[in-house]
């Protein structure tokens, strides 16, 4: 009995770090950046998730820069991000006297976080920001094409810009909706075929058929729509070749 006893109490200890292994976060590094930015005040300047930069008296441009449209007046490249985050300036602003004067006139002033974040955390924000940045650009047309679908059909409205974040979703198996560009990706997504299925039905044939999979789908706040009435010949195949580009740029 105590035998027994002790072979139940193995079994369920090793189930229970089963299931810990396969609900395990992978959250990407621009998502992890997004939280961080949050927690850490950025949006209290550059609005929200640095969409909207708020009011600036005495700058020129007389607002807080914001992420996207206005990232590449101030930062040209990752360093330059990563110069803006560690030093509160780049060093191509910091040696510009005009620019210097510039932003002394400005009410607000960029702080530095080079004391009060790790390097790991900065990374993050560095992706974070070069995600909302919609940066890199793929060269490749065909790319090209399947990002610029996946955004007129609404895909980034839930998975972020390009498909980066993991934002909340309340009830989901593990919690946020995925990213194309991390470990989830594949878990829910084995090849083209099934990609397809997503994009057209919503639902993967494997994960229709899977009641524990059903059960969480269900559950969900945000579910995945069927898009199979809006897509236009080509879109599937376009929008996988990005999928598969950007996964090859986050591993670089």
């Known amino acids: 009995m105590r035998r027994l006893s002790g072979l139940l109490l193995v079994g369920v200890v090793l189930g229970s770090l089963t299931a810990g292994w396969a609900l395990r976060p992978h959250l990407p590094a621009a998502e992890r950046g997004r939280r961080l930015a949050e927690r850490t005040g950025c949006f209290a300047c550059h609005g929200p998730e640095g969409s909207q930069g708020t009011a600036n008296p005495g700058n020129k441009d007389l607002t807080v820069p914001t992420f996207a449209g206005d990232l590449m007046m101030f930062a040209d490249s990752e360093d330059e991000i990563r110069e803006w985050i560690k030093d509160g300036v780049s060093a191509k602003h910091a040696r510009s006297q005009t620019l210097r004067e510039q932003r ?86 084995a090849n083209r075929r099934e990609f397809g299925e997503w994009v057209e039905h919503g639902v993967s044939k494997r994960f229709e058929h ?43």
Not at 119 to 126: C, N, P, R, T
Not at 162 to 169: D, Q, V
């Open 210 to 252: 899977d009641r524990l999979a059903q059960f969480f789908l269900r559950r969900a706040v945000i579910r995945m729509p069927a898009f199979r009435r809006d897509l236009e010949p080509g879109d599937v195949d376009a929008m996988w070749a990005y999928v598969q580009w950007m996964r090859s740029e986050a591993r670089k």
């Open 104 to 189: 002394e006139r400005g009410t607000l002033k960029m702080p530095a976080f080079k004391h009060r974040l790790s390097s790991a955390q900065i990374e993050d924000l560095v992706a974070f920001v070069s995600a909302i940045s919609e940066s890199p650009e793929p060269d490749d047309s065909r790319v090209a094409h399947g990002r610029t679908r996946a955004e007129a059909l609404g895909c980034f409205g839930c998975h972020g810009p390009g498909g980066r974040l993991a934002r909340p979703n309340s009830g989901s198996l593990k919690g946020y909706v995925p990213s194309w560009d991390e470990a989830d990706f594949p878990e829910l997504v």
